[in-house]
């Protein structure tokens, strides 16, 4: 097939891309499944990636590190379950896979047939990282980006991002530039930063902020320094994520975030057909992904994390990720691999995506099934925020303490005095709440042991406000399957999904976007005739 012109590839890459990701969806699967084909199908018919294509995708992927950093504290790193779970990983990982390429080296098989214990090293370096672009993708699309288990497997991320920027760093031979650690200084354009955030408003600008704060300032600058671009994103994110509009400002992105990250999934599939040795090395490697994911397991709970966080982390990590084809290539630049090996962890990891999303998809559901079994994992002391939740004598419960559910405490506290408890997953969100003086705890309504382990706490009503349908579903069926016999309202943002929780229990299912004129009517209507 003849090349496709550079203007086009990214437009029919959006035609394909659509086509795949509805099919995906269709049976069960996340749309980035079916992106991932889109890139394979093209590569397929003759498509290449191109120059558009490709900055298209690194757009992508910066915005999601400015946008991670916007939601990031510092010392979220500096915890043992992240730093220590990261490092220990890292050195086992590596280990272990070395030493499986050097078996198969042994036994003659392709790609790495005569392999010196050096290279074997570099391979397992590449296949011990994880995918930071899917786990956000995961975790954003069940709203539990700031659950315990979210916020340790993006620490993870992050910590393992900068393990790749130091084996940048040294093995291209390009060091920073001397002024390079003035870069601290950053933290001086705080103040400026925020003045003008303050006086950029909610409109068009907001995201032209975010565009100018990630692209502008922080990848320039980094590239100037001659450090890793994307970091400097997640840098001025992590500056201004203090700021009252950080989370208005990932919002504003959110839109532009997946449009660029599609293009990130085709340039994969576009990267390289396989051969019979890169497919038999890519098959191989995603058998080993178990093992992967077993020593998270193993490593969390050693840091008193419950099996039940440490399970859903361990999932999310479960994968291969993009910075083993960036040391991959760096490896083939400098001699030390061979170009197939590129082609075949491109291919190991878009099956690692495609075998992790549905497990992900069910993953609270996969758990309570192992739920029994994981009892003998339960750590002897506890992570502070893994501990029995007192409830006291509340009765009304509010899982999900966003506007609507703030609204709906405020209001029910009005009414029926302090017998309302709200729960959160962001422990910012959380300590904010309890400034104010709302009785807001830490908790997890999709958590079963929140409801069967911990004292049961006996509430005539339930409110389900969550952002995440699934969410508000799975603790709806936790509830009624435990026995639980009181009054349930949930939260649904489209009638179709309000009409699931009506099935599964929920004594009233509350649509957003079909009631709130409705709501907004009848609050009018009675103001007005208040003031008659």
């Keep these: 097939m003849d090349t496709v012109a550079i203007s086009d590839v990214f437009a029919i890459g959006i035609v394909a891309a659509f086509g795949c990701g509805f099919a995906a969806r269709q049976v069960g699967l996340p749309p980035l499944v079916g992106f991932l084909v889109a890139g394979f199908v093209l590569n397929g018919f003759g498509v290449r990636s191109d120059e558009t294509l490709q900055v298209i995708a690194d757009t992508g992927v910066t915005l999601l590190l400015f946008t991670i950093g916007l939601k990031l504290k510092i010392k979220s790193l500096l915890r043992p379950e992240v730093w220590g779970t990261a490092s220990v990983h890292a050195l086992l990982t590596t280990a272990g896979l070395g030493l499986v390429m050097l078996i198969l080296g042994v036994l003659g098989l392709p790609l790495v047939a005569g392999m010196g214990l050096g290279t074997a090293v570099v391979v397992g370096f590449a296949l011990s990282f994880s995918s930071t672009v899917f786990a956000v993708k995961v975790l954003e699309g069940k709203g539990e980006l700031a659950s315990l288990h979210g916020r340790t497997a993006i620490g993870i991320l992050i910590v393992q991002d900068v393990f790749a920027v130091v084996f940048l760093t040294v093995s291209t031979g390009k060091l920073p530039e001397v002024w390079a650690p003035a870069l601290i200084g950053l933290i001086l354009l705080r103040p400026f930063l925020f003045r ?20 502008a300032l922080g990848v320039e600058i980094f590239n100037l320094a001659g450090l890793k ?28 975030k997946e449009v660029f990250l599609v293009g990130f999934f085709l340039s994969i599939g576009l990267s390289g057909l396989p051969g019979p040795g890169e497919l038999m090395m890519a098959t191989l490697l995603v058998l080993l992904l178990p093992g992967k994911a077993l020593l998270f397991f193993a490593i969390l709970t050693r840091l008193r994390l419950r099996p039940r966080t440490a399970t859903l982390a361990s999932l999310v990590l479960s994968n291969y990720s993009e910075f083993g084809l960036i040391v991959g290539a760096i490896a083939v630049t400098n001699g030390w691999l061979g170009p197939e090996w590129v082609v075949a962890i491109a291919i190991a990891m878009s099956i690692s995506f495609a075998a992790a999303a549905p497990f992900n998809a069910r993953a609270h559901a996969v ?41 709906a405490y405020d209001y029910l506290r009005e009414k029926r005095g302090d017998v309302i408890a709200g729960f959160d997953v962001d422990p910012v969100k959380v300590a904010d709440h309890r400034q104010t003086g709302r009785n807001v705890i830490l908790g997890d309504a999709t958590d079963p042991d929140f409801w069967f382990r911990h004292g049961r706490p006996k509430f005539d009503m339930v409110m389900l406000a969550m952002p995440d349908h699934d969410a508000n579903m799975h603790a709806l069926v936790q509830l009624r399957s435990g026995g639980y016999a009181g009054y349930i309202a949930a939260l649904a ?24 004129g409705a709501g907004f009517a009848a609050h009018v209507e009675s103001r007005v005739g208040d003031l008659s």
């Design 229 to 256: 671009a994307d970091l400097g994103a997640l840098a001025l994110g992590m500056l201004l994520a203090g700021h009252r509009k950080a989370s208005e400002i990932a919002e504003s992105l959110f839109s532009f």
């Design 493 to 516: 943002q489209y009638p179709d999904r309000a009409e699931e929780l009506d099935l599964a229990g929920a004594d009233i299912a509350f649509s957003t976007y079909a009631e709130a």
């Design 367 to 407: 758990y309570a099934r192992l739920q029994d079994r994981m009892a003998r994992y339960e750590p002897v002391e506890l992570h502070p925020e893994e501990q029995v939740i007192d409830t006291g004598d509340a009765q009304v419960a509010i899982f999900g303490m966003g506007r609507i559910g703030t609204g």
């Design 196 to 215: 003008l955030l303050d006086r950029v408003g909610h409109g068009e600008l907001l995201p032209l902020f975010g565009f100018f704060a990630a692209l």
